[in-house]
């Protein structure tokens, strides 16, 4: 699929990956349909796209409010017609274990993560299907493939986005629609240091755990939207962005019942939870 002249919305297109896609997309001569829950960053970036030549459009969309999201699809099909593309990118992390987890937390980045493709796909679906050419995208994690301790909101969010991609995939296998999902691994981006934390844990610890995520993020968000979008004019079903993602990849499939054994994630939790003390 060529994507110049193409209409592509996307979700969380404020920071990370979501503005680096339309950073690259803008590269690809298209046109841009961005939204996100910061009013502010938001305007910023769509008044320097502007002054770049590149035509882009800003919204303030909560993903997680359903009847948010049918007013804003109401809109976008006002003022555009239609879309070409719709990348659901828009996510937050949350760190804390099981045993002390906050539940109206854990339900809020469910509503955000999950919820929040749901309801985009379910809004824009009927316009995308009468396209000759379209594109879905979710964004999933590698952590939507394996676990991590303290991570098992946003590791549940993931899976539940990857499931959910695969099975819309198969469903929308004799439309005119590709369906890819995404599953990045460490990424350069401020999610880490936006994460909301455990009321339990220390700011102190806090800022250790951010420095170990910032040792492990190997891939920058300008280098993992470009790979997305060679994924997606490959018309790739999964999209495996960054070497340590592809590396636990392998790992996952050879090894299914012990991958933790080799990426050492038994001993990891042992440290959580010292931290937590």
Do not use: C
Request: glycine share 8%.
């Amino acid at each position: 699929m060529k994507f110049k002249g193409k209409k592509v919305l996307i979700t969380g297109a404020a920071s990370g990956i979501g503005k680096s896609l339309a950073e690259e997309f803008a590269n690809e001569g298209s046109i841009l349909i961005l939204s996100d829950i910061d009013s502010l960053k938001l305007k910023d970036f769509v008044k320097e796209l502007k002054s770049n030549g590149v035509d882009a459009f800003g919204y303030e969309v909560n993903v997680s409010d359903y009847n948010n999201m049918t007013d804003f699809g109401s809109l976008v099909l006002r003022e555009h017609n239609y879309i070409d593309v719709l990348i659901n990118n828009a996510g937050i992390n949350l760190m804390d274990t099981v045993e002390n987890g906050d539940i109206n937390e854990f339900k809020n980045l469910m509503a955000i993560n999950f919820w929040g493709v749901v309801y985009g796909v379910n809004i824009f679906l009927p316009t995308l299907i009468q396209r000759d050419e379209a594109y879905i995208v979710n964004i999933s994690s590698i952590l939507g493939l394996m676990s991590l301790p303290g991570q098992a909101a946003y590791n549940s969010s993931k899976a539940a986005v990857k499931a959910y991609t695969e099975a819309l995939k198969m469903e929308l296998a004799d439309s005119s629609i590709n369906v890819s999902s995404v599953h990045p691994g460490g990424i350069k981006t401020d999610i880490a240091v936006n994460a909301r934390i455990g009321s339990n844990i220390s700011e102190e610890t806090k800022i250790r755990l951010i420095k170990q995520f910032d040792k492990l993020s190997y891939t920058t968000s300008k280098s993992a939207s470009r790979n997305i979008i060679k994924g997606m004019k490959k018309r790739k079903r999964r999209i495996i962005i960054g070497i340590d993602a592809k590396i636990a990849d392998i790992l996952i499939r050879v090894f299914p019942g012990s991958y933790e054994k080799f990426l050492g994630l038994e001993g990891q939790f042992k440290k959580f939870r010292e931290r937590l003390n």
